[in-house]
T-cell receptor, first 113, second 111 residues
Framework: EPEVTQTPSHQVTQMGQEVILRCVPI?????FYWYRQILGQKVEFLVS????????KSEIFDDQFSVERPDGSNFTLKIRSTKLEDSAMYFC???????????FGDGTRLSIL | SQKIEQNSEALNIQEGKTATLTCNYT??????LQWYRQDPGRGPVFLLL?????KEKRKERLKVTFDTTLKQSLFHITASQPADSATYLC??????????FGTGTRLQVFP
């Protein structure tokens, strides 16, 4: 069964550094998402992306965050200048239809020191 | 503001019994309500979706009900097994495709 893959599984970065989290969505999917989950808290929506542009973003997704689909397979989340509070699990998800079930990767654990 | 509550942080039941998990929401009119399973260190895995005009949905040992008047969904696992032990997440989807998740209920099924 096709799956969403995310790399790296764990990223440790110094505060203030830039970080790029990578995702390979399911190949025929057109809608892409990033969510985050701070340890012990709920999964929170960050951004949705369709047709090479952001469809919707949350208040968390401020100017320090950006997303990109640099080629036909990858979908990336960049945090420009990381803060301690950015430490969380970041999940990528994709879907073929834009509504309904979303397919999640197993996440990247981001630790900011 | 929108609020989603899942009945308890943790639920412990004996193998073979039916587990019932509750999801309540306020200040929202979801088009769909979805249930996901999340194992430790893993991403959410989709289980079931129910639309606002549907009352009940079943899949194997799983059943979901949706009451838009009460603003509540119930998620049932019948004949529960230790392998069903996980955190179960309720998620609402409205006019856009973003998912709004509850905090989850951690289910532990004991042999």
């Amino acid at each position: 069964e096709p799956e969403v893959t995310q790399t790296p599984s764990h990223q440790v970065t110094q505060m203030g550094q830039e970080v790029i989290l990578r995702c390979v969505p399911i190949s025929n999917h057109l809608y892409f998402y990033w969510y985050r989950q701070i340890l012990g808290q709920k999964v929170e929506f960050l951004v949705s992306f369709y047709n090479n542009e952001i469809s919707e973003k949350s208040e968390i997704f401020d100017d320090q965050f950006s997303v990109e689909r640099p080629d036909g397979s990858n979908f990336t989340l960049k945090i420009r200048s990381t803060k301690l509070e950015d430490s969380a699990m970041y999940f990528c998800a994709s879907t073929g239809q834009g509504k309904g079930p979303q397919h999640f990767g197993d996440g990247t654990r981001l630790s900011i020191l | 503001s929108q609020k989603i509550e899942q009945n308890s942080e943790a639920l412990n039941i004996q193998e073979g019994k039916t587990a019932t998990l509750t999801c309540n929401y306020t200040n929202y009119s979801p088009a769909y309500l979805q249930w996901y399973r999340q194992d430790p260190g893993r991403g959410p895995v989709f289980l079931l979706l129910i639309r606002e005009n549907e009352k009940e949905k079943r899949k194997e040992r799983l059943k979901v009900t949706f009451d838009t008047t009460l603003k509540q969904s119930l998620f049932h696992i019948t004949a529960s097994q230790p392998a069903d032990s996980a955190t179960y997440l309720c998620a609402l989807e409205g006019n856009t495709d973003k998912l709004i998740f509850g905090t989850g209920t951690r289910l532990q099924v004991f042999p």
